[in-house]
């Protein structure tokens, strides 16, 4: 059964850096869309960034565009968010979440597959 676990989050200072990753378990990691959301306390989930499969074409909001880089490494069957200069209104729980995607599009209208969501907190 497919399945997908987050880690890398943790309490950052403004302007510092983590980066999370996404491992995956199951087979053909390559052919699986990636996206990272974030849920901020009383906020609606948002889109972070998304990856195609294959190709890996790639997809930031404004927010985050910039500072904040998506990867995958398909040998590792993982991908990564690579987040800096952290502000204080990235804070949130990040999930990362998979399906079988086009080549072209980063991001799906759906994902049937969800980690459990990381914390990350910006403070000082």
């Known amino acids: 059964q497919l399945q997908l676990v987050e880690s890398g989050g943790g309490l950052v200072q403004p302007g510092g850096s983590l980066r999370l990753s996404c491992a995956f378990s199951g087979f053909s990691f390559a052919y699986y869309a990636i996206g990272w959301f974030r849920q901020a306390p009383g906020k609606e989930r948002e889109t972070i960034s998304c990856?195609?499969?294959?190709?890996?074409?790639?997809f930031y909001a404004d927010s985050v565009k910039g500072r904040f880089t998506i990867s995958r490494d398909n040998a590792k069957n993982t991908a990564y968010l690579q987040m800096s200069s952290l502000k204080p209104e990235d804070t949130g729980v990040y999930y990362c979440?998979?399906?079988?995607?086009?080549?072209?599009?980063?991001?799906?209208?759906?994902?049937?597959?969800w980690g459990q969501g990381t914390q990350v907190t910006v403070s000082s």
């Open positions: 990856i195609s499969s294959m190709v890996g074409t790639t």
């Open positions: 979440a998979a399906d079988l995607g086009s080549l072209a599009s980063p991001c799906l209208s759906h994902y049937d597959f």
